[in-house]
């Protein structure tokens, strides 16, 4: 694939707490530059930003990174908001024209996705209007059962709730998640993806629903593989780390 066709998947992304003005104007005017995707941000920057560059926001989004030494330190916090917080803040997200929001989804309750994701495509029907929803899955604390189950009932959701003015698309990390034990976390890799692309062509075989692969991407070769294994599932990939990347 042609490396401009490439850039065209790239969320230019800086969700650091402490951003300032001036580092969002930066990360949009690289994006703009580079022809990326979007740019994507917390959500206190999009009405001031969405008129300079297509912005992607990320809803219920921890204020910090997460440092574990024990996943269940994370799994019960982590998107870990109530139906209403959610529902007011992506609303208020497609108000001030996120054209794509990534919501954080409380993976200590994948039993209930079908209500969690209601809540965004009640907001949708409400607001009549377009957006892509990306939510994000944390994959790497989830188990290979967990995986293969938020896949299966992400996937039921999506193949049920089609509406010409969404889209989605399945993400699998906010790239907040750290530890120093590296046999922790299942990060970023070839095998995540590979498993990923093997559950969603069990569940999802008329393709509703594509990836955005996020978390450590640092190299145009990770962004090759992810689309090699991909193929056009891959719509997007998460970085801060485009403008290096493609430089």
Partial sequence: MQTINLKRLIDH??????ASKEDITKLAQEAKTFG???????????KEFSSLYKCCTVTSFPQEVFQIDSIN????????????EKSKEFRQAMQDRAFEIDPVINISKLEDLKEE????YDAVIYLATSVFIKPIFSCEIL?????????AKFSEF??????????????????????DNPELLKTTSKELVVKIKKYFDIYDP?????????GGIKSLE?????????????????????VKIFS
């Avoid at 799994?75 to 139906?83: D, L, M, P, T, V």
């Avoid at 994701?117 to 965004?120: D, F, I, K």
């Avoid at 699998?172 to 750290?178: A, H, Y």
């Fill in 143 to 151: 188990s290979d059962d967990e995986l293969e189950f938020s896949i």
């Fill in 206 to 214: 008329h393709e509703v629903v594509s990836f955005k692969i996020a």
């Fill in 222 to 242: 990770d962004i090759e593989v992810y689309q090699g294994i991909c193929g056009d599932r891959l719509t997007h990939i998460g970085t801060s780390s485009g």
């Fill in 73 to 84: 330190q994370v799994k019960n916090q982590i998107g870990n908001f109530s139906h209403e």
């Fill in 36 to 46: 990326f995707n979007s740019i994507c941000i917390r959500p206190k920057w999009v």
């Fill in 117 to 120: 994701m209601a809540v965004y």
């Fill in 158 to 179: 999506a193949r049920v709730s089609q509406y010409e003015n969404i889209r989605y698309c399945y993400k699998n990390s906010t790239g907040f998640i750290k530890s």
């Fill in 13 to 18: 992304t800086n969700l650091q707490a402490d």
